[in-house]
């Protein structure tokens, strides 16, 4: 007599955490060094100094306020840096009135998808797109519904305009993209603005635009993240400092609901209440205080470059063909057989740990967190070179 | 069209919240010594020297560890060391398998209530609650049902008995309770476990019990807590080391299921599962540390005993009645008029601010959060008195 929807949740194996286990257990068996696990998005660079110095100085001031309950929205001398530093490096506009700190990105996503959508409604994505996604929208009752990618991995536009309808809650995008890298062009926003306000206006009713962007940080060549608050009215960030600062267990993100949007006053009212809901009472109150300090800093980023550079080239050298990443520390890579988890399997024998494409929302692809040492990226290209001589590549 | 639910609980107005607003308002108008705000149960000591002191020796490991993604209940060597705790402390017989480790008592009552209870199914409290219960039991499309206390304040099993049907998916406790500071007795327990079980029998399903118990340690006089899990099997601990450790905004605690139910594996993946559908990834990583070796320990709570004696004392003399609290940090005190938000609102001329019980589930008393200073408390007894004398007590 449990909820079926949640008991399934908590039975259903996760690919990439079973892989994790495999893993595990192959490193013990063999030598952690034999192993090429590639399966995890776990930051591998540590926090900059700023943090943990400044969680230190914390630590010597008044010991009561700094592990006291914050308002639920977060400390307001946080929310108002979170809006200084998006105002000035996206001219956002965004107040911080409307800034709603959260305990990281799953916990912005639950909210908005439990405040924003009533039940039956639908919450589109873009394949490939991060697997919680379905989780999210349906606990909150809606029903996710997906848009294959173009060839080029691109979100398709022409598609998406064929899947709105009256019933479209809301509409999720993330750049730069979990899992291929993909950075969303200001010429697709553009489109996709255009999309969704024709909508809007066909149907009578709003479309959010919940754009997920924890990896906006992590971008390469000086590649722009366009802000998608310049785009579209109806758009509320969700961002998480889990990569940039490379704090992911310690959970703290935010949502921004934009300033032109007509009914952003009702919206932070649903998203608070939804933060109620779902058991919210606030982020951490010192890691608040301590990335407060640390705002526009970042991990040293540089190392996933130069790992996505190796990754890359070899791959392409080898014969793979993969979608090239500007941002993120993923590499999604096109499968030499159609399905992936056969793959995958494969690639075990050479002790590759890849993530089949599947619960991305498409098959023939696997997914490379390069969030790894360059070490083991270099010594682990003989065994992606046997497995392409295996596919004759 | 933004989900009527949440869009309400956003734009309520907490009568706590207001009370501290208008506080800290009334503060900057004559002077923070001169205002006695029993209005927030906020701890009010540290917490204790072992809390900053891991938290300063975990900055000098592995940073990448230390801010790393936990597994989603937790990390192993904690919930060990809690199921350790709670077998030495309390003869729990509980195991590390199935204690979920989460951000708090909220979260964990949250993924209680979306883990154990179907839409339409009923979810029961006892008169005083704390208030939130309502909203977790709503958000997860239960109804929340109340039964008013005894004359002491004790849950009224009669009336109880009264309110299962085929429908009741769980029955919340909460000892010490907040408001009243009422321990459930072993008496009330045996009895509650023997309601429990005839309606299981009689209805032929499952009633999960979910003793919410974050005053655990904050008893006095010697007084024991009895483990609910001694005397029925189908429950749920839930527990949160904001007041033990003074560590309310830090948000730690965990559910732990017990080792007797007969359903418990699928009773843990319901409640992982829903989790999952709240957006919880993890608990803080670093607290989680931090915590785990402080287990056992506790923020010195002399000064509420002593700040209980001092108000309780001072209050029964002038005439007020009052049950007397055996634990948690709150005096509930019957309105000598039966409207409390009059009452509170008589008592703000004296500069008292006290929260009415309404939002408790019952009217005529109001509650006194002592984990203030005891100064303030002795400073405020001439005012009580000012106001006793308005009563003609």
Known sequence: MLP????????????????????????????????????????????????????????????????????????????????DDLNTRYQAGVSADFIYVTCGAAAG???????????????????????????????????????????????????????????????????????????????????????????????????????????????????????????????????????????????????AVGSAMADKDDVFAALSGAGRGCGFVNAPSMIQMAVQSCLGQTSDLSIYKANRDLLYNGLVELGFQCAYPDGAFYLFVKTPEPDARAFCERAKKYELLLVPSNDFGMGGYVRLAYCVSSDMIRRSLPAFAALAKEYGL
Chains 1, 2 share one sequence.
């Open 109 to 255: 996503l639950a909210i908005c998808m439990h405040g924003l959508v009533n039940p039956g409604e639908k919450v589109i994505a873009f394949a490939p797109f991060f697997p919680e996604y379905r989780i999210f929208a349906e606990a909150a009752g809606g029903e996710l519904v997906t848009v294959p990618p173009t060839e080029t991995l691109q979100p398709d536009l022409d598609a998406l305009a064929q899947c709105l309808d009256g019933e479209t809650a809301a509409v999720i995008v993330n750049t730069p993209n979990n899992p291929s890298g993909v950075i969303l062009s200001a010429e697709s926003l553009t489109r996709l603005g255009d999309i969704l306000r024709a909508a809007e206006e066909k149907y009578g009713r709003t479309i959010y635009l919940v754009s997920d962007e924890p990896y906006r940080e992590l971008v390469y060549d000086g590649t722009a993240v366009p802000c998608p608050l310049h785009f579209y009215d109806d758009t509320i960030l969700c961002y998480s400092f889990s990569k940039s600062l490379s704090l992911p267990g310690e959970r703290v993100g935010y949502l």
């Open 4 to 83: 079926k929807k949640y008991l399934a949740w908590g039975q259903s194996k996760s690919e990439i955490r079973e892989l994790a286990a495999y893993g595990a257990a192959r490193k013990a068996q063999i030598g952690a060094d034999n192993v090429f696990d590639f399966s995890i998005g776990n930051p591998s660079v540590p926090a900059p100094a700023c943090v943990n110095e400044a969680i230190a100085e914390l630590l010597k001031g008044d010991s009561v306020q700094l592990h006291s309950y914050t308002p639920a929205a977060g400390l307001m001398s946080f929310r108002k840096a979170i809006a």
